[in-house]
């Protein structure tokens, strides 16, 4: 079962414009991460968000987490075309041991 | 560190074969997943284990699939016998204690004739 739900599914934007993706989960959580894969490769953690947290900044990224309403945002500022890769929301209940459930994903390609 | 090794990087299988993966988590995490990425499902999380042992294997298919962590730095995930539909991208992931996301393998592409 998928617990985060990413939107929009594909996204398309110029080179040097913001992208920003978002997530909605279904239950109540102890932290949401994002998480960057490219074409063939693993997936690449890029920042975790804790349920007490409303926003957390790294380099170019910027997250939001809206408890209330179950949802959080990933933006991307200043898009280079090293960004084109799928991105993924993950949400945990508990600690280090839980396992944390993968949304479908985002696929982000830029144009030069 | 070498982050999280996995091998082989690719395995083409008649059906019926056995299939083992493996991987090496990175040394000092003690938890370790094993995730299966297809474009119908997406990444499913088929088991996981925390100081070697398993905690949740609810999302492994069926018995055809068995995973073990006999020590720290090493886990196998077996398919016995593979199927067709077994085909997909298998990724082992590791954590530790504080959690600061977790760190994937590159994976291992697995293809089933």
């Known amino acids: 079962s998928q617990q985060g739900e990413e939107d929009p599914q594909a996204l398309s934007i110029q080179e040097g414009e913001n992208a920003t993706m978002n997530c909605s989960y279904k239950?109540?959580?102890?932290?949401l991460q994002w998480y960057r894969q490219n074409s063939g490769r693993g997936l690449v953690h890029l920042i975790l968000?804790?349920?007490?947290?409303r926003e957390k900044h790294s380099g170019r990224l910027r997250v939001t987490l809206d408890t209330s309403k179950k949802s959080s945002s990933l933006l991307i500022t200043a898009s280079r075309a090293a960004d084109t890769a799928s991105y993924f929301c993950?949400?945990?209940?508990?600690?280090?041991?839980?396992?944390?459930?993968f949304g479908s994903g985002t696929r982000l390609s830029i144009r030069p | 560190d070498a982050g999280v090794i996995q091998s082989p990087r690719h395995e083409v299988t008649e059906m019926g074969q056995e299939v083992t993966l493996r991987c090496k988590p990175i040394?000092?995490?003690?938890?370790l997943f094993w995730y299966r990425q297809t474009m119908m499902r997406g990444l499913e999380l088929l088991i996981y284990?925390?100081?070697?042992?398993?905690?949740?294997d609810s999302g492994m298919p069926e018995d055809r699939f068995s995973a073990k962590m006999p020590n720290a730095s090493f886990s196998t995930l077996k398919i016995q016998p593979s199927e067709p539909r077994d085909s997909a991208v298998y990724f082992c992931?590791?954590?530790?204690?504080?959690?600061?996301?977790?760190?994937f393998g590159s994976g291992t592409r697995l293809t089933v004739v």
């Open positions: 992931a590791s954590s530790s204690t504080g959690f600061y996301g977790y760190t």
């Open positions: 239950t109540s959580i102890n932290n």
């Open positions: 968000i804790r349920s007490n947290e």
């Open positions: 993950a949400t945990g209940r508990y600690s280090s041991a839980s396992k944390i459930i």
């Open positions: 040394s000092g995490h003690n938890s």
């Open positions: 284990f925390n100081n070697n042992v398993p905690i949740d």
